[in-house]
């Protein structure tokens, strides 16, 4: 049965004034989404010297979270209809707490083993939000997508910004300005106490008629959307980890490297408001990934060919492509999907492969520096990663539904 405009229009207002502690939630969520992951990029080159990590080494700090991402992606869902989303949530913030507090001991094991923890943290709320804007938001998922990846993106932006002026100027070190995130988490978690309250009445709702729906994993277009998200995913964590050395080869102080860092996730934030409340009234999305495609091509070949004129500019244009592709990955989520049952069993399943496939990007682009003694050859095999974006996002761009 068909739903009229004005119908749709007057349950999403209410589901926007009724859910306003939901919508607060989510946005504070999604400010610890990415700041415990970007704070660390401009302090590569200082938790190296004081550990003595070789460049591969030090990728594992962006890698290891992708892992744990393609790791626990798959059983979200599982947890959220064992606990109930909220609680799920909740949980997951309490561990992202954990985590942050042992990766700013002064200790390699402890620097690892608390990366660890906050990728299996950080992998619930990735799956379990954009099931929750399908359940709470059916008829306003473009615009909730918008509000929590702006808020993402924002946060995380000023961490990169942040990191090193925290580190030295004001005295932390590399640990106390990683460290200084933790508060933020425990905020965020004292406002979601009272939501995890009401998981136990939401967890059955996601099971019904679990029983009867097909595998995706045998469905073409949640193939496109995974490969989507892995390759968008394995474009921001490389430059998230590389992109501030990159910068310092082209002459930059690391100050400026971190700030760079932070301008390219700046960029984002008006295509990450923009692009999903857009591709959300279009039949299907294939302008939007064919511009994100000259965008990114635009951007990686002027950091390719060097000089420091336009070195802002190719950052702008890369982080608008790259904003550009998170958001489209994210609204695929939503509008690929019939429910939020489906919802959360395709962002597990795509973020479980997708992030397996981005944990490569860290390392191999570190090693692949090692070894050429050089920025350009990683720069080119980025440009190959956004061809494959380009296939994906065309595919994923279908007007149906898994």
């Given at each position: 049965?068909?739903?009229?405009?004005?119908?749709?229009?007057?349950?999403?207002?209410?589901?926007?004034?009724?859910?306003?502690?939901?919508?607060?939630?989510?946005?504070?969520?999604?400010?610890?989404?990415?700041?415990?992951?970007?704070?660390?990029g401009?302090?590569?080159?200082?938790?190296?010297?004081?550990?003595?990590?070789?460049?591969?080494?030090?990728?594992?700090?962006?890698?290891l979270?992708?892992?744990?991402?393609a790791?626990?992606?798959?059983?979200?869902?599982?947890?959220?209809?064992?606990?109930?989303?909220?609680?799920?949530?909740?949980?997951?913030?309490?561990?992202?707490?954990?985590?942050?507090?042992?990766?700013?001991?002064?200790?390699?094991?402890?620097?690892?083993?608390?990366?660890?923890?906050?990728?299996?943290?950080?992998?619930?709320?990735?799956?379990?939000?954009?099931?929750?804007?399908?359940?709470?938001?059916a008829?306003?998922?473009?615009?909730?997508?918008?509000?929590?990846?702006?808020?993402?993106?924002?946060?995380?932006?000023?961490?990169?910004?942040?990191?090193?002026?925290?580190?030295?100027?004001?005295?932390?070190?590399?640990?106390?300005?990683?460290?200084?995130?933790?508060?933020?988490?425990?905020?965020?978690?004292?406002?979601?106490?009272?939501?995890?309250?009401?998981?136990?009445?939401?967890?059955?709702?996601?099971?019904?008629?679990?029983?009867?729906?097909?595998?995706?994993?045998?469905?073409?277009?949640?193939?496109m959307?995974?490969?989507?998200?892995?390759?968008?995913?394995l474009?921001?964590?490389?430059?998230?980890?590389?992109?501030?050395?990159?910068?310092?080869?082209?002459?930059?102080?690391?100050?400026?490297?971190?700030?760079?860092?932070?301008?390219?996730?700046?960029?984002?934030?008006?295509?990450?408001?923009?692009?999903?409340?857009?591709?959300?009234?279009?039949?299907?999305?294939?302008?939007?990934?064919?511009?994100?495609?000259?965008?990114?091509?635009?951007?990686?070949?002027?950091?390719?060919?060097?000089?420091?004129?336009?070195?802002?500019?190719?950052?702008?244009?890369?982080?608008?492509?790259?904003?550009?592709?998170?958001?489209?990955?994210?609204?695929?989520?939503?509008?690929?999907?019939?429910?939020?049952?489906?919802?959360a069993?395709?962002?597990?399943?795509?973020?479980?492969?997708?992030?397996?496939?981005?944990?490569?990007?860290?390392?191999?682009?570190?090693?692949?520096?090692?070894?050429?003694?050089?920025?350009?050859?990683?720069?080119?095999?980025?440009?190959?990663?956004?061809?494959?974006?380009?296939l994906?996002?065309?595919?994923?761009?279908?007007?149906?539904?898994?």
């Open positions: 049965m068909s739903v009229s405009s004005e119908t749709k229009s007057m349950i999403a207002k209410k589901s926007l004034s009724v859910g306003w502690p939901i919508i607060l939630g989510i946005v504070l969520i999604a400010l610890t989404m990415r700041s415990p992951l970007t704070s660390v401009p302090l590569v080159g200082s938790i190296r010297e004081s550990l003595g990590l070789s460049n591969a080494a030090a990728g594992l700090l962006t890698t979270p992708l892992l744990a991402f790791l626990l992606s798959p059983f979200a869902p599982i947890l959220a209809r064992r606990f109930g989303v909220e609680r799920t949530l909740l949980y997951a913030l309490i561990l992202l707490m954990a985590g942050i507090a042992i990766r700013s001991m002064t200790a390699t094991a402890s620097l690892f083993i608390g990366t660890a923890l906050i990728g299996l943290a950080i992998a619930a709320c990735n799956v379990l939000i954009p099931s929750l804007v399908k359940r709470d938001f008829h306003q998922v473009g615009l909730m997508t918008g509000v929590y990846s702006v808020s993402m993106n924002l946060c995380g932006a000023i961490a990169s910004g942040m990191s090193i002026p925290l580190a030295r100027n004001l005295g932390f070190g590399w640990n106390g300005a990683l460290a200084i995130w933790g508060i933020l988490v425990l905020l965020v978690a004292l406002f979601w106490l009272p939501q995890a309250r009401t998981s136990r009445a939401s967890a059955g709702t996601a099971t019904s008629g679990a029983s009867k729906r097909r595998s995706l994993w045998r469905s073409p277009l949640a193939w959307v995974t490969i989507f998200m892995g390759t968008q995913s474009l921001f964590y490389v430059l998230i980890a590389w992109l501030p050395e990159i910068m310092t080869s082209r002459g930059l102080d690391e100050d400026s490297g971190g700030w760079m860092l932070s301008l390219f996730q700046i960029a984002a934030l008006p295509v990450a408001f923009i692009v999903p409340i857009v591709a959300g009234r279009m039949k299907n999305q294939r302008l939007l990934v064919i511009i994100m495609t000259v965008l990114l091509f635009v951007s990686l070949g002027g950091l390719y060919f060097g000089g420091n004129a336009f070195i802002s500019l190719w950052t702008v244009l890369l982080g608008i492509g790259g904003g550009c592709a998170f958001s489209l990955a994210m609204i695929f989520l939503s509008l690929r999907t019939k429910d939020a049952f489906d919802s069993s395709l962002s597990g399943m795509s973020q479980s492969v997708g992030y397996l496939l981005a944990a490569t990007g860290p390392i191999l682009f570190g090693l692949l520096h090692d070894i050429t003694a050089s920025w350009n050859p990683p720069l080119l095999l980025l440009l190959g990663v956004s061809t494959l974006l380009l994906a996002g065309l595919g994923a761009s279908r007007n149906r539904t898994v």
